[in-house]
Nanobody
Framework: QVQLVESGGGLVQAGGSLRLSCAAS????????MGWYRQAPGKQRELVAR???????NYADSVKGRFTISRDNAKNTAYLQMGSLKPEDTAVYYC????????????WGQGTQVTVSS
């Protein structure tokens, strides 16, 4: 199994920055790529960013140019650097890890709250 623990959320003013961290432990070898999702009240969970095994990335249109996802394989940790934050970025942010095997389920962290005040 894989355990994911997020940290770094909090309250920030619009225009500010935050960095989220996601530390992975357990059967790290099962992880193919990692990503960040978010869920705002009353809305569906949506993909924010993903970093693939080879280092390529993709982003939701709403965060392109403002957020950067990265991964430190030596520390088994993924990061989401968030800048120019907007009130609409307010959500619970979840770390996600996709396994190599189609038989294994996706792994999820417990979530961390990000609140952007106007």
């Amino acid at each position: 199994q894989v355990q994911l623990v997020e940290s770094g959320g909090g309250l920030v003013q619009a225009g500010g920055s935050l960095r989220l961290s996601c530390a992975a432990s357990g059967d790290i070898f099962r992880i193919k790529d990692m990503g960040w999702y978010r869920q705002a009240p009353g809305k569906q969970r949506e993909l924010v960013a993903r970093i693939f095994n080879g280092g390529s990335t993709n982003y939701a249109d709403s965060v392109k140019g403002r957020f950067t996802i990265s991964r430190d394989n030596a520390k088994n940790t993924a990061y989401l650097q968030m800048g120019s934050l907007k009130p609409e970025d307010t959500a619970v942010y979840y770390c996600n890890a996709r396994p190599y095997s189609y038989i294994d389920p996706d792994y999820w962290g417990q979530g961390t709250q990000v609140t952007v005040s106007s």
